[in-house]
C-alpha cells in the first residue's frame, strides 16, 4: 500500500549512474532546444558549444586564473573563519559569562548579511583582496559561533553527569565527553559556514573584483558573451556540489558512529 | 540558530535564578563597548572618519528616518524580500510535497537540484536580465531561485521522513490525492518545511541585498553601495544598522510566528 506513497523499493540502476542519466539528458534537451532555436542561441547557447569553450578557456589559462582566484579568497576566508569562530562558540557554549558578553554581538551581527558589509570593509581596507577575503571570513565565522555554541550547549546532560561520575573534570571532560558529543553540531557550521562563505565571495567579485569567476560572470554578461557565462555557471556549479556533497561526506565518514540518515536521495 | 536564554549544560543546577545577573552582563558589555568607541573615537584613538561616535551614528540614523529616507529604501527591500519569498516558498512547498512522494520525479529532479542548489544566487542575475529584461522581476527571481531550492529540498525532506505506518493508517482509511496531501503529508512535515523557510527568508535577504548593491537604484543595498562610492560614512553606518534590524526581525521573527501559530511544531534538522 505504501508503496504507492513511497515509490517502488527496487534500485534498477545504482544512484550515481542514474544521477549522470539525469544530467545527459538534460543536457542534450538544452542542446536540442537551443539549436532547434526554442531558446534564443545568442543567449542560451548549445550545450557542445558551452563545453568548447570550457576547455578552451580552461586549456588557454584564463578561466582557471579565475578559478584559481576564487578557490584561493574562499580559502583564505575560511581559514580565517574557523579558527576563532570554533574558539569563539566552544567559550560561549561552556561558560555563561562568556555567552552573556557575548550575546548581543552575536544576535546583532549573525542575521546581517555580511555582504552588507563590504562597502565599510572597502573603506578600512581598501579595494583589494584583504577586504574581499574579510567579508567572505565574516560570514563563515558567525555561522561557525553560532553552530559551535549550539552544539556544545545542547550535549546531553546525561552524556556530561555519567563522564564526571567516572571521574572526567575539567579539559578531560572537555575532551572526552564534550567534544565528541558536541562534533556533528560543530561539523556541520564549518560546513555551512563554508558554503555561505562562497555565496558572499561569489558575491563580491560580481560586485567589485578584477577577476575571479564571479567577476567572470559579471564580465561575459556585460559583454554578452554568454558561453563563457555559462562556462563559469558550470565550474561554479562543480566548486558548489564539490564543497556541499564532498564535506557532507567527509562529515558523515568522521562520525561513523552517527546513523546517517539521507532522505533526500 | 541561536537559542538564546536556555541555561549553560555544563554547569546543571549552578547558574539557576541568575538571570537578572546575566542581562546585567549583556548590557554592560554593549555599555561598555559603546563608550570605549565613543571615548576612543573622540580622543582621535580610532579614525573618526572609519569609525564615527555612536553618538554621530545614531544622530544621523534619526535625521535620515526623519527625512523619510532610510524609509524608503527599506520598503524598497522588503518589497523585493516579500515578493521573493512567496515566489520561493508557495511553488517550493509544492513541489516538495510532490517529489517527496513521487519517486521517479524525485530521480529526474535531484541531479539538476544538487548541481544548481550550490551556484551562488548572485550570478543568477544576468540570466533573470536576459529572460526576463532588466528590471524589477529580474532582481526578485534572482533572489528566489536558490530560496526555491532550499524550500524543495526540506519540504522533500519533510514528507520521506513521515512515519511510513502513519501514511498506512491513512490510506486506509480512504485518504488521497489532495486529502492525503493537506490532512496527513503537510501537516506531517511541517517542521521540515518551517526549517526550509526559515533558511530561505535568511538567503532571500542576503541575495536581495547583494543584487541592489551591484544593480539597483534604490533599496539598502543600493544606499549602501552609493553611500560607499560618495564616502559618505556616517550614512553607511545608519544603513547597515537598518539592515542589521531587518536581518534580526527576520531570523527572530520568524521564529516568533512559528512558536505562536505551530507551538507544537519542534523544528526538523536541515537535511543540507
Redesign the interface.
Known amino acids: 500500500?505504501?508503496s504507492?506513497?513511497?515509490?517502488?523499493r527496487e534500485v534498477l540502476l545504482p544512484q550515481e549512474l542514474?544521477?549522470?542519466t539525469?544530467?545527459v539528458?538534460?543536457a542534450l534537451a538544452w542542446e536540442a532546444l537551443s539549436r532547434g532555436g526554442v531558446l534564443n542561441p545568442a543567449?542560451f547557447p548549445p550545450t557542445s558549444q558551452i563545453l568548447q569553450v570550457l576547455w578552451r578557456d580552461f586549456r588557454g589559462g584564463d578561466l582557471a586564473l579565475h578559478t584559481l582566484a576564487t578557490l584561493g579568497r574562499l580559502g583564505s576566508a575560511f581559514l580565517l573563519a574557523s579558527l576563532p569562530g570554533l574558539g569563539i562558540g566552544i567559550l560561549m557554549?561552556?561558560?555563561?559569562?562568556a555567552?552573556?558578553?557575548?550575546?548581543?554581538?552575536?544576535?546583532?551581527?549573525?542575521?546581517?548579511?555580511?555582504?552588507?558589509?563590504?562597502?565599510?570593509l572597502?573603506?578600512?581596507l581598501g579595494v583589494g583582496n584583504p577586504a574581499f577575503v574579510v567579508t567572505g571570513s565574516l560570514t563563515a565565522f558567525f555561522q561557525i559561533v553560532?553552530n559551535t555554541?549550539?552544539a556544545v550547549?545542547?550535549?546531553d546532560?546525561l552524556l556530561?553527569e555519567v563522564g564526571r561520575n567516572y571521574g572526567a573534570r575539567g579539559i578531560r571532560l572537555f575532551w572526552k565527553v564534550?567534544l565528541p558529543a558536541a562534533l556533528p553540531g560543530i561539523l556541520t557550521g564549518l560546513r555551512?559556514g563554508l558554503?555561505l562563505s562562497?555565496?558572499?565571495v561569489?558575491?563580491v567579485e560580481?560586485?567589485i573584483a578584477k577577476s575571479g569567476l564571479?567577476h567572470l560572470?559579471?564580465r561575459?554578461?556585460q559583454m554578452l558573451a554568454?558561453p563563457q557565462?555559462f562556462a563559469?555557471?558550470l565550474v561554479?556549479?562543480g566548486?558548489?556540489?564539490l564543497?556541499?556533497?564532498g564535506l557532507k561526506r567527509v562529515q558523515d565518514r568522521l562520525l561513523r558512529w552517527q546513523p546517517t540518515?539521507?532522505?533526500?536521495? | 540558530m541561536p537559542r538564546f536564554g536556555r541555561l549553560c549544560m555544563v554547569e546543571p543546577g549552578a547558574r539557576r535564578g541568575r538571570r537578572e545577573g546575566g542581562i546585567l552582563l549583556s548590557l554592560t558589555s554593549v555599555v561598555a563597548l559603546l563608550s570605549l568607541w565613543e571615548v576612543a573615537a573622540g580622543t582621535g584613538w580610532i579614525h573618526e572618519a572609519f569609525f564615527p561616535r555612536p553618538t554621530v551614528i545614531g544622530a544621523q540614523f534619526t535625521a535620515l528616518v526623519r527625512e523619510g529616507i532610510l524609509g524608503q529604501h527599506l520598503s524598497v527591500t522588503l518589497g523585493r524580500l516579500l515578493w521573493s519569498f512567496l515566489v520561493s516558498a508557495l511553488p517550493g512547498v509544492a513541489l516538495g510535497l510532490v517529489l517527496g512522494v513521487w519517486r521517479t520525479a524525485r530521480e529526474v529532479v535531484d541531479p539538476l537540484v544538487a548541481f544548481v542548489y550550490p551556484i551562488p544566487s548572485v550570478l543568477f542575475l544576468p540570466l533573470a536580465a536576459i529572460v526576463l529584461g532588466r528590471g524589477e522581476a529580474a532582481r526578485v527571481a534572482t533572489a528566489a531561485v536558490t530560496s526555491f531550492l532550499l524550500v524543495v529540498i526540506n519540504t522533500t525532506a519533510g514528507v520521506r521522513q513521515l512515519d511510513r505506518s502513519l501514511v498506512e493508517a491513512a490510506m486506509h482509511y480512504g485518504a488521497r490525492g489532495w486529502r492525503l496531501f493537506t490532512k496527513v503529508l503537510l501537516p506531517g512535515s511541517l517542521p521540515w518545511i518551517f526549517t526550509g523557510l526559515r533558511l530561505a527568508l535568511g538567503l532571500t535577504l542576503i541575495v536581495v541585498i547583494a543584487v541592489e548593491m551591484v544593480g539597483a537604484e534604490t533599496g539598502l543595498g543600493a544606499w549602501l553601495w552609493l553611500s560607499w562610492q560618495t564616502l559618505r560614512v556616517r550614512d553607511m553606518y545608519a544603513g547597515l544598522l537598518v539592515i542589521a534590524l531587518l536581518g534580526m526581525a527576520v531570523t527572530y521573527g520568524l521564529e516568533a510566528v512559528r512558536r505562536r501559530l505551530l507551538p507544537w511544531v519542534q523544528e526538523g534538522e536541515s537535511k543540507l
Open positions: 500500500m505504501t504507492r506513497v513511497f515509490g517502488r542514474r544521477a549522470v539525469g544530467v539528458v538534460a543567449y557554549g561552556l561558560f555563561t559569562a555567552r552573556r558578553a557575548l550575546d548581543p554581538y552575536v544576535a546583532f551581527l549573525y542575521p546581517l548579511p555580511k555582504v552588507a558589509l563590504l562597502p565599510l572597502l573603506i578600512l553560532v555554541m549550539d550547549r545542547h550535549v546532560p556530561v564534550i555551512l558554503g562562497l555565496v558572499t561569489i558575491a560580481f560586485a564571479g560572470v559579471w561575459s554578461w554568454t557565462m563559469a555557471f561554479v556549479g566548486i558548489g556540489i564543497l556541499t556533497r540518515v539521507d532522505v533526500w536521495a
